[in-house]
């Protein structure tokens, strides 16, 4: 059969992925893709590095939007109460993604910077979690049609996440974008440096963020020229 990708896997579902995948076409963001998901267990016929098919509609429907942002966090999984969760790995994921939020609440007020949420879920409860933290003016931005997320990344000038494949999106989007993380594991996001960070202590966090912004298009480009086109193939459109 036909599989599209529209995610990404990553290694702390190696044991539910294992031996249950088995691709006769895969069409994939990058060569990456391919290799991951055959060391993860899946069976790949023939495999396709065709980039993002949502990252193709939004260049080939709409222009790309002026920068209204300094930072955008894009949200996952409704930012729930890991206390509420079971499962290891959700749980983890869960707590990184509110240990980003308290250090990028701390930066952006240090730096007056303005902040976007790309919301996950439009629910109460997510919103209500981002109006504790950022206050009660931060400004939501709803899934409100399928690529409300994409045109939220095109107009911040970095987009942040723990391991969410808009990551890759914003990149193939022409984009900066950066994974954070605490631990130096990799077990839920195997891509390399160039889009991942590993936090040690603020004043580096502080300085790295900032250098990170003041690139130009064209030195982000050069800074992850030789990672873009395995991890996100949108070279062509």
Do not use: W
Not at 5 to 27: A, P
Request: aromatic share 10%; with cysteine.
């Amino acid at each position: 059969f036909i599989a599209i990708q529209n995610g990404v896997r990553q290694n702390f579902e190696n044991s539910t992925y294992k031996d249950i995948c088995k691709h006769d076409h895969f069409y994939c963001f990058g060569n990456y893709d391919i290799k991951k998901h055959t060391d993860l267990g899946c069976t790949i016929n023939k495999g396709y590095s065709v980039g993002s098919l949502r990252a193709g509609l939004l260049l080939s429907n709409s222009k790309l939007n002026k920068k209204k942002y300094d930072l955008c966090i894009i949200s996952s999984d409704g930012r729930r109460d890991p206390n509420i969760i079971k499962e290891i790995g959700i749980k983890n994921i869960a707590i990184n993604n509110r240990k980003i939020d308290s250090v990028l609440k701390k930066y952006i007020i240090e730096n007056n910077l303005k902040l976007v949420i790309a919301l996950s879920t439009n629910s109460k409860s997510e919103k209500e979690y981002y109006r504790s933290i950022f206050g009660q003016d931060v400004v939501l931005r709803e899934r409100s049609k399928p690529l409300s997320t994409y045109e939220t990344i095109n107009q911040s000038r970095v987009s942040v996440s723990f391991m969410s494949s808009l990551i890759l999106e914003a990149i193939g989007l022409g984009n900066k974008a950066l994974s954070i993380h605490f631990n130096n594991t990799d077990l839920y996001f195997d891509y390399p440096n160039e889009i991942k960070y590993l936090y040690k202590d603020y004043t580096l966090f502080n300085k790295y963020m900032n250098d990170l912004l003041g690139m130009t298009e064209r030195e982000y480009s050069n800074k992850i020229k030789t990672i873009k086109k395995y991890v996100m193939n949108n070279d062509d459109l």
